[in-house]
């Protein structure tokens, strides 16, 4: 079994108010994604960065990296692309630099039957469903709905396969999961710690900086 | 037309790690409920505050009290109770500090012509949803869907409705406005900023106390 991390590096600074790529972002004396970086490195045999095509000249220097293409999913497929070797596959998003060991390992164990294992946590908001007037249509069960993350983990064939469609449909999709879904993959979900926030705006920094300051 | 404002302030303090009611707990020099109190006051004819029967020696000197009931919405209606005058209901969640005055103000603009109006945000999350056993059902479109905040803002007379029914009824609901949609009623929703926080755990508040601070 070969372990692949792939780490989706793509997304712009802009709400960050930053001039580099959003992975690129200094948290704690490091680049965003090199904190999840060292804890996929930390697991898997080999880690591929698909960073932002724009950003040659700021590449890492550690380790493997490809040109990210089109849409969140497109990067994924040609971080694959690069790993022939690859059987199960890590996937898992640069603006997520919290990320546990633990967790990692938690999705990779929970593949055993199944093609997919995603981090994910329960669903506290209460949500509606509106039309595009804004009017609600109905209050859904909150109790069956998770909110994912990543970590998501793969069988890598499987994966391969479910990203092997039209740009416009990899560019739809909001996960990997559900392409594995919607090609008939059977996923599950590995309860994940609330604090594995994804960093969008400048808030969630200043949140990420509490949160590493509090760990030490 | 009577505006009568309700402050929600029945949780417990446990998952902020304090000794006290959650509405009671300082953020910024002040009671978290206070800081919605303030706002409240300056857009309604009268606030009421619901607060846990347990805590009569910290009742606030500033406002109606009542001693809210077994749930959240039964709070709501003990309050209400309170304030037969009401024509228009505005009912906030102590929780939810960083409320601002042009929020509450779109939100009671809104009731034009339905009964309710909620505040709201797109979700930005992908959701799922799971059977029992965790495994992935489908992942659903959430360009249709808003995580609800408060305030949430009601015809009182239709709320008041909605709110006769059984306690386990208003025990199961999780939101205000989910009961006045079973009693058939109209609810829109209004954009609100993510800003809006809920503070549930002590990294909440933290993360509040920074907005605050970057408010000045």
Redesign the interface.
């Known amino acids: 079994v070969s372990v692949v991390g792939v780490i989706a590096a793509g997304g712009s600074g802009e709400r960050l108010g930053a001039s580099v790529p959003k992975a690129f972002v200094v948290l704690g004396g490091r680049a965003l994604y090199e904190w999840s970086f060292e804890v996929l490195r930390g697991v898997c045999d080999r880690v591929v960065v698909a960073v932002p095509s724009e950003t040659s000249d700021l590449r890492p220097q550690t380790s493997d990296v490809v040109v990210g293409g089109a849409s969140r999913s497109a990067s994924v497929r040609n971080a694959l692309a690069a790993a022939p070797e690859a059987s199960v596959v890590v996937v898992h998003d640069a603006a997520r630099p919290l990320v546990e060991r633990d967790l990692v390992e938690r999705c990779i164990a929970a593949l055993d039957g ?1 093609d997919g294992a ?1 981090a ?1 946590a329960p ?9 595009s ?8 069960d ?1 109790s ?6 990543t970590p998501q983990v793969f069988r890598a064939d499987v994966l391969r396969r479910a990203l092997d469609v039209d740009e416009s449909v990899l560019a739809s999709a ?2 990997d ?2 392409l594995v ?1 919607a090609a008939g993959g ?6 994940a710690p ?2 594995n926030i994804k960093v ?2 400048e ?1 969630d920094l ?2 990420a900086e ?2 590493l300051e509090a760990r030490c």
């Not at 669903?123 to 039309?131: H, Q, R």
């Not at 069956?144 to 993350?149: R, T, Y």
């Open positions: 199944v995603i994910a669903v506290t908001d209460t949500v509606k469903e509106a039309d007037a804004g009017r609600v249509v109905r209050t859904l909150r069956v709905l998770w909110a994912v993350q909001t996960d999961a559900s879904e059977a996923i599950v979900l590995v309860e609330r604090e969008t705006t808030l200043r949140v509490a949160m």
